[in-house]
């Protein structure tokens, strides 16, 4: 375990250093201010994805995805984000006590 976190985070530090060693005529390329600047959003998103439908035993669906699912349409009708956030969270609260979901 240690070599791979050893590994991760030299990789990490590598790539955080390199973008002060690279050229401003490549930073300042539009698509890759373009690309810069929705990477985190992307790799977040993959987190949050993967997090919410594995576990340690495999697959599972439970209350976070609902409360993701209201999430999302709460966002789509422009709900305020402290809405948005409590509003899933009570869901899935709720969801859970109630034993629908673990």
Same mark, same amino acid.
């Given at each position: @375990? /240690?070599?791979?976190? =050893? $590994?991760?985070?030299? #990789?990490?530090? #590598?790539?955080?250093? @390199?973008?002060? $060693?690279?050229?401003? &005529?490549?930073?300042?390329?539009?698509?890759?201010? !373009?690309?810069?600047?929705? =990477?985190?959003?992307?790799?977040? #998103?993959?987190?949050?994805?993967?997090?919410?439908?594995? &576990?340690?035993? *495999?697959?599972?669906?439970? *209350? !976070?995805? +609902? *409360?993701?699912?209201?999430?999302?349409? =709460?966002? @789509?009708? !422009? &709900?305020? $984000?402290?809405?948005?956030?409590?509003?899933?969270?009570?869901?899935?609260? +709720? *969801? !859970?006590? @109630?034993?629908? /979901?673990?």
């Amino acid at each position: @375990m /240690w070599p791979t976190i =050893l $590994f991760a985070s030299l #990789s990490t530090l #590598s790539l955080k250093l @390199m973008g002060y $060693f690279l050229p401003n &005529s490549l930073l300042g390329n539009p698509t890759a201010k !373009r690309i810069i600047a929705l =990477l985190p959003i992307g790799l977040l #998103s993959g987190l949050i994805a993967i997090q919410m439908v594995t &576990s340690t035993s *495999g697959y599972v669906l439970d *209350g !976070r995805i +609902v *409360g993701a699912v209201v999430a999302l349409a =709460l966002l @789509m009708i !422009r &709900s305020p $984000f402290i809405v948005v956030i409590s509003v899933a969270a009570l869901v899935t609260a +709720v *969801g !859970r006590a @109630m034993g629908h /979901w673990a």
